[in-house]
Every structure is written in structure tokens, then in C-alpha cells.
């Protein structure tokens, strides 16, 4: 009886969570993203990266279309709602930035995360490698 309690309580904790479901597939094809490094002359390398929502219909702090809530239940669905969208972002946020330092290996070592901002339409995480910058790396990213 006690293994079978254990085995369905994860099933009934998440059947009675109120938190909303958000596909991160709703956001395929919605970010356009920004990667700029600076490479200091003593070899610090450092570097932003943007993410910003473009396609409409995808949270973006405007109201057209949405109906004001009426009741206390309502704002609060409707707050679950965007703060399930702003984990699903911030989570495709890093997935991008971590994508991006892979494909273009410029903090071959690690980085540091200096700053994150998030909003519901706009993230920027800045950061400084691990490593110090080669002259191959002076040649490649001169501080783009």
C-alpha cells in the first residue's frame, strides 16, 4: 500500500498544480537573438547576448484581445499564464546564449554570468569567459 501511495504521489502533485502548460515550441520561430563580444587588451573576453520576441501573439505585455479580468480567479490564471511564458523564455534564453557560445566557441572554458535581465517580450544575459582570449580569438571576434 505505502509503494503504491509513493508511486502516484508525483501524479496527483502535478494533476493539482495550478501552474499552466506552455509548449516551448510556441516559440519556435518567435525570437531573433543578438550575440556582441568585447575583448579586452589584456585578454579578458567578455560578450552580451539579446533575445527579443518579434512574432505577435507570443505575451508581449500588450493587451489587445485579452479581456480585462473580472474576477480575483481570472488575474490570477492570467499571472500564471505570463509567468509560465517568462520561465519557458528565460529557459530558451539560455538554451540560445548556450547554443550560440557552442556554435561560435568563444568561452571555450566556462563563462561567468555578469547580468540577466528579463522581460516578458526581451531577455539579455552578460558574461565573461573562463578563458582569456588567444590571438586566434583577437583575429575571429574583434569585438563584434
Known sequence: MRTLFLSLLPLLLCSC???????PADF???IKDSFQT????????????????????????????VPAPRTAKEMR????????????FE?????????????NQYCQEGFY?????????WGEIRGECHDGASEMDRIRFNNK
Open 77 to 88: 490564471q492570467q499571472l500564471a499564464i505570463r509567468e509560465a511564458r517568462l520561465a519557458v
Open 113 to 121: 554570468e555578469l547580468s540577466r535581465v528579463l522581460h516578458s517580450s
Open 91 to 103: 529557459q530558451q534564453l539560455v538554451l540560445g546564449l548556450n547554443n550560440t557560445l557552442k556554435m
Open 17 to 23: 498544480s495550478s501552474k499552466p502548460n506552455i509548449d
Open 28 to 30: 519556435a520561430g518567435a
Open 38 to 65: 568585447d575583448i579586452k587588451t589584456d585578454g579578458l573576453k567578455l560578450f552580451t547576448y539579446k533575445a527579443r520576441l518579434v512574432a505577435p501573439g507570443i505575451d508581449r505585455n500588450d493587451k489587445d484581445g
